[in-house]
Nanobody, 123 residues
Framework: QVQLVESGGGSVQAGGSLRLSCAAS????????MAWFRQAPGKEREFVAR????????SYADSVKDRFTISRDSIKNIVYLQMNSLKPEDTAVYYC????????????????WGQGTQVTVSS
């Protein structure tokens, strides 16, 4: 089992940057695919970015491509989401998620979730 704790959210003006962190417990971090999702008020949870077990493979939603970067540190057991050129439409609760068997962009494929961290971007 993996426990995930996100941090790094906050309020920023449009065009600004934030870096989210997701700390994972356990010794088997490298066995898990990791991803970030987000959910805005009144909307469904949506895929943001994912990273392979090795960290070599990454994939992004079109809406964040070229602005966000996902990475992982397998020594510290942390997944990062660097968010640049933030827009008001990026405002949401951001969730970290993991699973072992499916490198997917579907929320339903992920077994473990963090509690979420709020990101608010003002215009």
């Amino acid at each position: 089992q993996v426990q995930l704790v996100e941090s790094g959210g906050g309020s920023v003006q449009a065009g600004g940057s934030l870096r989210l962190s997701c700390a994972a417990s356990g010794r088997t971090f490298s066995r898990y695919y990791m991803a970030w999702f987000r959910q805005a008020p009144g909307k469904e949870r949506e895929f943001v970015a994912r990273i392979s077990k090795s960290g070599v493979g990454t994939s992004y939603a079109d809406s964040v491509k070229d602005r966000f970067t996902i990475s992982r540190d397998s020594i510290k057991n942390i997944v990062y989401l660097q968010m640049n050129s933030l827009k008001p439409e990026d405002t949401a609760v951001y969730y970290c998620a993991s699973n072992q068997g499916d490198w997917s962009d579907r929320a339903s494929a992920y077994e473990y979730w963090g509690q979420g961290t709020q990101v608010t971007v003002s215009s």
